[in-house]
């Protein structure tokens, strides 16, 4: 079993920049790839970025390609999002997600999830 804790989302101006963090639970983190999605209103949730679980394979959709970056620390059992450049189409609540395996792919592929945190970019 493995929780998930985010935090770090909230309001910020076109253009400026938050980190978001997940802590996680348990003593097999870097057995599992992680993940941060998105859901806006309306929308479908979409993954953002994913590391492999030993930190090596990074994805980014093309839509935060160059804005955001995924991190990890296996010794903290911490996942983190820099987002920079922030823009209004990046409103959205942001889930935290953990996939037991390298890589995360695919909503469907997701075994734990966090509560989410709200990023709201406005000015």
């Known amino acids: 079993q493995v929780q998930l804790v985010e935090s770090g989302g909230g309001l910020v101006q076109p253009g400026g920049s938050l980190r978001l963090s997940c802590a996680a639970s348990g003593r097999t983190f870097r057995a599992y790839a992680m993940g941060w999605f998105r859901q806006a209103p309306g929308k479908e949730r979409e993954l953002v970025s994913q590391v492999s679980s030993n930190g090596v394979i990074t994805y980014h959709s093309d839509s935060v390609k160059g804005r955001f970056t995924i991190s990890r620390d296996n010794a903290k059992n911490m996942v983190y999002l820099q987002m920079n450049s922030l823009k209004p189409e990046d409103t959205a609540v942001y889930y935290c997600?953990?996939?037991?395996?390298?890589?995360?792919?695919?909503?469907?592929?997701?075994?734990?999830w966090g509560q989410g945190t709200q990023v709201t970019v406005s000015s």
């Open positions: 997600a953990a996939r037991f395996g390298l890589a995360l792919q695919d909503i469907r592929d997701v075994h734990y």
